[in-house]
C-alpha cells in the first residue's frame, strides 16, 4: 500500500517546461522529502502525483497500477496544502469528515474516525470551533486530520510548516514525524528548509529546475553530495568550496570543505586568514573569515567557547579525511 | 480612532454629512406624512385642510390596493429568484478561462447601462410585439401563434425585462465572489472525493452567501420601486398595477395629492416589512 513510481514524467505548461523526464520510485511507507530552490518545480511535482495537474507525457503507476488518468479523488492520496485549504463555513468535526462524508460512509464510522483523529492530534477542544477561530498550529492539525480520516495509501504535504513561526515548526515537525512512525504510511513532503528535510525525512530528493539532482537518505546526501549543487544545498552553514591551485593539491578542479570541519587556531594551520563576522549561537560559533586568498569568504564552526575579535589573524586546517573533491563539470571524484 | 479625542474629532467632521444626509431623507418624508393626513385636490379646490385618516383608510379600502401589493411581491420574487439563479450560472461561467473574456464580461455588463425606459421600450416593440416583435417572428417560424405577450402574460413580460436589466448587476457581484474564492480549497474538495456538484454546494455556495445576500437586499430597495418598466409598456393594465405604480395614480391621474400620500406612507410600511423579512432569512450570513 503506497508504492508511488513516476516514470520518465514530463510537465510542460504551454511552451515551457517545468519538469524535463524524470524518473521516481518512492517506497511503500517512506518519508520521501522533495527539497529545492524556490521555483524548481516540487509543488509541480507534488501537484501531479495527486493528480491535480495532468501530466504531459509518461506515466505514474501507484501500488503498481497505471494511474496516470485516474481523477484525484480515485487515487487515495491525501493532501495537506500549504494555506491548509479548511473550508471555512465548516466546523473542525465538519470539516475532518467531510472526506468521509463524500465517500457516503455511515455515521458511526465516521464519528469513530473523526473522534480518534481529534484526540490523536489534540483537537477535542475545538471541535465544534470554526478554522477562522482557530491557531495556525491548530489549523495545521485541523488539516493533518481530514488527511487521516480517509487512511490514504499516502500523504501529501506541500510546505506544510512554512506559515507556522519558528517554535511552532520545530513542534509540528516533531509531531509530523511521529504521525509518520505510527502509521507507517508513505509520506511525500515538499518544504525548501532544509533542516526540515535533513530531520524528517528517509530519503531526500534534492531538485533543480525539474530535474533530480541527487537521490538519498540524508546523511548520504550530507557525507557524499554527487554534484557541487547538492554540497552546497545540503548543510547549514553552506560548504565553503575552494577552487584553484589549493584545489588541484587535491587533484581536483574544486574543493568543498564543510564549516564543521575545518579547524581554526590562532597560532598555525594550513590556511591563514583575517576574522570577519563572527555569530554566537552559543553552543557554536561560527566564523567568517576572509583574505585567505582562496574564496571570498570561508566559513567556520568552532566550539562556543572559542572567541576571535574583528579583524585577528587565523590560521585554518581542513579534516583531510572529509573533504569532498569536485571536477571541472562539477560532478563528485571518489 | 480609539482615543477620546479622535473620536469626538471624527463626530464633529462627520456632522456635516450626517445633518445633510438627514435633511435629504427627512424632508420629503415629512412632506409626505404631512399631505397624508390633509384632502389635496389640486384641481379641485386645492388644499381643504386636515381631515386624519381618512386618506388611509380609503387607499387601503379601495379594490385595487391588495392586488397591487401583491403584484409588487410577485415582480420583486420573480426578478429577485431569475437574476440570482442565472447571476450565480453566468458568474461561474465566466470565470471559466476562454477566448475572449474580456468583451463577454463587458457584453454581459451592458443591460446595466441601458436606462430603464428605454430598455422597457425596445422589449415592447423589438421583441415582444404580436405583430413586427422577434418572438412573434419566431413563433410563426414554428407555425405557433404569437403570443400577445404584454396583454396576455403581462405580469411574466415584466418580470422578464426587469430581470434582464438586474441580471448583469448580480452577475457582477457574483462574479467578484466566485473570484475570490480560495482555489486550494477547490483542489481540496476535489482530493476529498467531491464531484462538481458536491463541491459547488458545499463550498462554492456558502462562500456565495454573503455575495447573493448583498444582491438580494440591494435588488429589492430598488426592485419595489420599479416603475418606468410599467409604465411604459402595459401602463398598469393587465394586472401589472404595482403599489408604485397605485401611487402614481392616484397623485397624477385621479389628481388626489392626499391619498397618494397615504399610499406613499403604506409603500414605506411594505419596503420595511420586506426588507426585515429579507433579513431575517439571509441577513445571517452577514454575521459569520
Ligand atoms: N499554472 C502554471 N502555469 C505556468 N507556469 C507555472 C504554473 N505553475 C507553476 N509554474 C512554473 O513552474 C515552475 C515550478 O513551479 P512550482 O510551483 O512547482 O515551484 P516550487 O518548487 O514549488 O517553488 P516554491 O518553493 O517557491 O513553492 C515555476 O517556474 C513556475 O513559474
Ligand atoms: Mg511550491
Redesign the pocket.
Known amino acids: 500500500m503506497g508504492r508511488i513510481t513516476l516514470n520518465k514524467v514530463t510537465k510542460s505548461?504551454g511552451e515551457?517546461q517545468?519538469i524535463p523526464p524524470l524518473d521516481l520510485t518512492i517506497e511503500d511507507g517512506e518519508f520521501t522529502v522533495f527539497v529545492?530552490p524556490?521555483?524548481?518545480?516540487?509543488?509541480?511535482l507534488l501537484r501531479l502525483i495527486a493528480g491535480l495537474e495532468d501530466i504531459t507525457t509518461g506515466h505514474i503507476d501507484i501500488d503498481g497500477m497505471d494511474a496516470t488518468a485516474v481523477p484525484p479523488a480515485k487515487r487515495g492520496l491525501a493532501m495537506v496544502f500549504q494555506s491548509y485549504a479548511l473550508y471555512p463555513h465548516m466546523s473542525v468535526r465538519k470539516n475532518i469528515a467531510f472526506p468521509l462524508r463524500m465517500a457516503k460512509m455511515d455515521q458511526v464510522e465516521i464519528d469513530r474516525r473523526v473522534d480518534n483523529a481529534a484526540s490523536v492530534l489534540n483537537l477535542a477542544d475545538y471541535i465544534d470551533r470554526r478554522p477562522g477561530q482557530l491557531s495556525g498550529g491548530q489549523r495545521q492539525r485541523v488539516a493533518i486530520g481530514r488527511a487521516i480520516v480517509r487512511e490514504p495509501a499516502a500523504f501529501l504535504f506541500d510546505?506544510p510548516l512554512s506559515n507556522l513561526d519558528a517554535a511552532l515548526r520545530v513542534g509540528m515537525r516533531l509531531e509530523i514525524s511521529e504521525l509518520h512512525k505510527r502509521l507507517e504510511t508513505t509520506m511525500i513532503y515538499v518544504t525548501?528548509d532544509q533542516v526540515e528535510a535533513m530531520t524528517m525525512a528517509d530519503k531526500i530528493v534534492v531538485l533543480r529546475a525539474g530535474h533530480i539532482e541527487q537521490v538519498g537518505s540524508p546523511l548520504e546526501l550530507y557525507k557524499a553530495p554527487r554534484n557541487l549543487f547538492v554540497a552546497g544545498f545540503i548543510g547549514s552553514p553552506k560548504m565553503n568550496f575552494v577552487e584553484g591551485a589549493e584545489a588541484a593539491k587535491y587533484d581536483a578542479h574544486t574543493v568543498g570543505v564543510r564549516p564543521e570541519h575545518i579547524a581554526i587556531s590562532g597560532t598555525e594551520g594550513a590556511w591563514k586568514g583575517r576574522v570577519g563576522v563572527s555569530e554566537h549561537l552559543g553552543s557554536d560559533t561560527f566564523f567568517h573569515v576572509h583574505d585567505t586568498g582562496l574564496a571570498e569568504t570561508l566559513t567556520v564552526r568552532a566550539d562556543g567557547e572559542v572567541s576571535f575579535k574583528h579583524g585577528d589573524t587565523v590560521y585554518l586546517t581542513p579534516r583531510e579525511d572529509v573533504v569532498h573533491r569536485f571536477d571541472a563539470q562539477g560532478l563528485r571524484i571518489g | 480612532m480609539a482615543t477620546q479625542s479622535s473620536r469626538s474629532a471624527a463626530r464633529l467632521m462627520m456632522a456635516p454629512a450626517v445633518i445633510l444626509l438627514l435633511g435629504w431623507m427627512l424632508a420629503p418624508l415629512i412632506t409626505t406624512l404631512y399631505f397624508s393626513f390633509r384632502r389635496y385636490l389640486p384641481l379641485r379646490g386645492g388644499d381643504q385642510g386636515w381631515v386624519g385618516f381618512e386618506n388611509y383608510t380609503r387607499f387601503i379600502g379601495s379594490s385595487a390596493f391588495w392586488p397591487s401589493v401583491q403584484t409588487t411581491l410577485i415582480i420583486v420574487g420573480g426578478v429577485l429568484v431569475i437574476t440570482v439563479l442565472l447571476g450565480i450560472v453566468l458568474a461561474l461561467l465566466l470565470d471559466q478561462p476562454m477566448w475572449g473574456q474580456g468583451i463577454v464580461r463587458i457584453l454581459v455588463i451592458a443591460p446595466f447601462f441601458v436606462m430603464p425606459t428605454v430598455s422597457a421600450l425596445v422589449w415592447k416593440n423589438m421583441f415582444m410585439d404580436p405583430v413586427n416583435g422577434l418572438f412573434a417572428h419566431l413563433w410563426k417560424f414554428f407555425g405557433a401563434t404569437p403570443v400577445e405577450w404584454l396583454s396576455q402574460a403581462s405580469l411574466q413580460s415584466i418580470v422578464m425585462i426587469v430581470s434582464w436589466q438586474w441580471l448583469p448587476f448580480a452577475t457582477l457581484i457574483l462574479l467578484t465572489a466566485v473570484q475570490s474564492l480560495d482555489g486550494e480549497q477547490l483542489e481540496a474538495a476535489e482530493m476529498d472525493g467531491a464531484p462538481f456538484i458536491k463541491r459547488f454546494w458545499y463550498i462554492v455556495l456558502p462562500h456565495l452567501g454573503r455575495a447573493i445576500t448583498i444582491v438580494i437586499l440591494i435588488q429589492t430597495i430598488f426592485l419595489l420601486s420599479i416603475f418606468a418598466e410599467i409604465f411604459v409598456t402595459t401602463g398598469g393594465a393587465f394586472g401589472t398595477r404595482t403599489l408604485t405604480y397605485l401611487i402614481f395614480q392616484r397623485v397624477l391621474e385621479s389628481q388626489n395629492i392626499g391619498l397618494g400620500s397615504a399610499g406613499g406612507v403604506y409603500a414605506i410600511i411594505l419596503a420595511n416589512i420586506v426588507a426585515i423579512f429579507l433579513m431575517r432569512i439571509v441577513g445571517k450570513n452577514l454575521d459569520n
Open positions: 505548461f515551457t517545468v529545492g524556490s521555483g524548481c518545480g516540487k509543488s509541480t510546505e525548501h
